[in-house]
């Protein structure tokens, strides 16, 4: 048995607090087809997909993105604790003053030429991963009066398997916006919350430069059941 | 129990950046997009297909994110969980992605799947793609299979059957069409996916 069979680990499709899936929530149970995964091939991303420079999100302009430099560590590991080698993950973040450098993006708050907020790496022999970026600022957002979305970092991991897949979002530690953001408290068990949440890694920076953060990932097994009640 | 509890999921919101997307992350008999790949095609029968993406009440849903995952035309995966992926074809990645238009519309360039024998069941799996939607308000990724018609292997399959009602299984079916979009030697099929509502789109546990 998964461990996301015995409690409540992802939010659910339908959120009141978050208004929009009201919208896109399936109405009808999902269906659980056998007590093992629908395909245990998962796509595999060679190294040509992440190249070492989109890693680092601060060298993509002509000068260093304006924000407070800061690295991000963090290992991909299985429900087991083994490492999940050699898989694609994605990064995707707003700027220092909360803006994204999207089309979709309408807040009043100013591009950076220098910062496009994506990157991408595939792990290493230990599961291991490694971003250089800027922490990103809060921002607001139509879902309610005085809606702010605390800082945060979108993460897409494809793991080994069809199963691991997952899209995310990474969270600061003591962010005063946390208890009123609908979408980190979606996620119903408050513990599970927490795993959302980066830890000051002092030392995973760089002296008298960058932040240093870790944030671990783990990932169902790649044959474990489907997720669900 | 693993000993380690899984990361939850979250909502991909509207602003997965629309540079991840190469101009051909869409069509998957190519895999020239990534540096260094093979600018090959792949091998099998060219298809073609499109669909438009609806919310509740019938409202097309932009900028969703839809990705496609299937095996090759002769049904291997170039994946190690596949035990014959020696066989699997070098052109081929068997993965893409697109984010829907502002109508709703998306589409995808690919070959027929082979069917196979689920190496973990032996049960034999019909032609089929894995298609996953994420976007905004939805908390997690759906993930839906679709089947093509006049398939025999359709009466067989795990997934295909694990829909109780018949009517609700025809929503997986693709159906022939015709789309001035698509290339002039690929066979084309439409599928809309209708994420809530009637004719809702059977999703499954994954
Ligand atoms: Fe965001």
Redo the contacts with the bound molecule.
Sequence with gaps: MSARDAIEIDPPYDFPGYKSTALRAPKQPLIRVAPHPLEIAGPAFSRSFAKESEADLTTWGKSAPLGEKMILVGRVLDEDGKPVRNSLLELW??NASGR?AHPVDQHNAPLDPNFLGQGKVLTGDNGEYRFVTIK?GA?PWRNHPWAW?PA?I?LSLFGNAYAQRIIT?MFFPADPLLPIDPIFNSVPDPEARQRMVCKLDLEQGIEEEALGYRFDIVLRGAKSTPTGV | MGKFVPTPSCTV?P?FPAHYFGPNDNDLTVTSNAAGASSKRAQGTKIYIAGTIYEADRVPRWNSIVEFWQADASGHFAHPNDPESSKADPDFMGWGRRASEDDGYYDFITVKPGGYKDPLTGLVRAPHINVSIMGSGLMRRLVTTFFFPDEPANAGDPVFNAIPDAKVRERIILKPAKFPRAPADALCYRLDIVLQGEDETPFFLD
């Design positions: 973040q707003c994204y990103p921002y979305r945060h979108h979002q | 919101g602003f």
